[in-house]
C-alpha cells in the first residue's frame, strides 16, 4: 500500500514538473513567434525600400540612355554621308 502511494506520489510529481515545462517552452514560442513575425516585418521594409531604389536607379538609367541617343543622334546629323 505504501509503494503505491509512493508511485502515485511520483507520478503526480513528474506530471507536475511536466506541466511546468511545457508551460515553459510554450511561453519561449511566443516570444520565438513573436521575434520572427517583427524580423519578417523588417524585412519587408526593407525590400520594398531596395525596391524603390531599383525604380529610381532605372529611371536614372533610362534617362541617361535616351540623353545619350540624342547626343549620338546630333553627332551623326553633322557627319557628312
Same mark, same amino acid.
Given at each position: 500500500m505504501i509503494a503505491v502511494s509512493i508511485s502515485l506520489g511520483l507520478l503526480g510529481l513528474s506530471v507536475g514538473l511536466l *506541466?511546468?515545462?511545457?508551460t515553459y517552452v510554450w511561453k519561449g514560442n511566443h516570444k520565438l513567434e513573436k521575434a520572427l513575425l517583427e524580423g519578417q516585418r523588417v524585412l519587408e521594409e526593407g525590400q520594398k525600400e531596395i525596391a524603390?531604389?531599383?525604380k529610381e *536607379?532605372?529611371?536614372a538609367l533610362a534617362e541617361m540612355l535616351l540623353n545619350q541617343t540624342?547626343?549620338?543622334e546630333r553627332i551623326e546629323a553633322k557627319i557628312p554621308g
Open positions: *506541466g511546468i515545462l511545457c524603390q531604389g531599383q *536607379g532605372f529611371r540624342k547626343i549620338l
